[in-house]
């Protein structure tokens, strides 16, 4: 007897704070994952910027301010998932789950501390759709980072592709997720270091413009490299995984003073070393570096890491994946799973000490 396919909408907001991604996907929360709808959703300036503002904020919703930020921010997913409905209608007539992962505004899983904002009860009032959310806190409150929690989806999506492989997603931060083969203890995946933060918040600073488009920017500097070996010798760099990133955790490193050219240059560099330094954690070096999130359209990231890793890189485009799609569709993945009480993490992929399963059901009313 086949399992029971189930149709999900991921909700992704994500260390880049450049918008939420909703992704429709009809998945049995095993090995068949089939992708049916995407949409972007990028946010206005003057939002992002409130959202910046709320960073960092270990208060959460005690927070009065957060707490009506985050009412702002669940109706806006809300929009979005009617959106999306309206996108692929006649595709989806019913939808079982929406897997909202909300904002991560503080985590500390050192403390056992993790936060993401996002009423997930008031979602489900708002789409009268099951939602689930809150994935990382029983991950970290066993012992787990919390994070990532992609690889588990980015097994089922490999799983006809040579072995060992590596997916690594470059977001405000860039965490990686090698392949062995289909046993949970032949998966492996931890945080890597900076993704594209610290660039996109260079840019930003310097320039007015809120990324590097197509790495261009970085090209035309020159990396210090006194700055980038500053940076790799710390400790996070050499322990072992398992280890998570928060999306500050190396703010402000690089001086200020550099000429801004240069600091999107080093920073960029500090980015692709710190991946090229991952891989030797891996049991197996991979056979093939795919890329997804926002990273793999700078070209000279994506460049600096192929000569860095000394293995072919390659986006997940090239594979027919939705290389911007993919942590969305990964959340609707996670929502079936959760509903099924499935793992959504293991000792490989988080250090939690055993199979952990996670999330929070809210029906609508």
Request: charged share 20%; with cysteine.
């Amino acid at each position: 007897m086949k399992p029971k396919l189930f149709r999900a909408i991921g909700l992704m907001s994500g260390t880049s704070i450049d918008g939420i991604d909703a992704a429709l996907v009809e998945t049995d929360g095993l090995n068949h994952v089939h992708p049916l709808g995407f949409l972007p959703n990028p946010y206005e300036q003057s939002f992002r910027k409130r959202l910046r503002d709320h960073l960092g904020n270990k208060e959460g919703c005690r927070d009065p301010a957060v707490a009506s930020f985050e009412r702002e921010l669940t109706e806006m997913h809300a929009g979005i998932v009617h959106k999306l409905l309206k996108q692929v209608h006649g595709v989806a007539a019913h939808v079982d789950f929406i897997g909202f992962h909300g904002q991560t505004i503080w985590h500390q899983p050192a403390k056992k501390e993790t936060i993401q904002i996002g009423d997930g009860a008031l979602l489900a009032r708002m789409t009268k759709i099951p939602v689930i959310n809150d994935f990382r806190t029983a991950d970290v409150k066993a012992g787990g980072h919390g994070a990532p929690l992609v690889p588990l989806y980015h097994r089922a999506l490999a799983a006809k592709l040579p072995k060992p492989v590596a997916i690594l997603n470059i977001g405000g931060v860039s965490n990686v997720s090698w392949i062995g083969g289909d046993e949970d203890n032949e998966i492996m995946a931890f945080d890597v270091g900076p993704g594209n933060a610290m660039i996109d918040d260079w840019v930003l600073h310097h320039t007015g413009q809120s990324y590097d488009e197509y790495g261009l920017f970085a090209a035309s500097g020159q990396v210090n490299m006194a700055v980038v070996d500053q940076v790799l010798s710390n400790p996070f760099f050499k322990q072992k995984p398992p280890k998570s990133l928060d999306r500050d955790a190396f703010k402000n490193l690089v001086p200020d003073e550099l000429a801004p050219a240069d600091g999107a240059a080093t920073l960029t560099m500090i980015t692709a070393r710190a991946v090229a330094e991952g891989l030797n954690f891996m049991p197996q070096k991979p056979h093939h570096l795919y890329v997804t999130g926002g990273g793999r359209l700078n070209n000279t990231l994506m460049r600096w890491i192929a000569d860095l890793a000394h293995v072919p890189v390659s986006s997940v485009d090239d594979l027919g994946w939705s290389g911007d799609g993919l942590e969305a569709e990964a959340f609707a993945y996670l929502a079936v799973r959760s509903h099924l009480g499935l793992p959504l993490s293991v000792p490989g992929t988080t250090g939690v000490p055993r199979p952990m399963t996670g999330g929070k059901l809210h029906k609508p009313a």
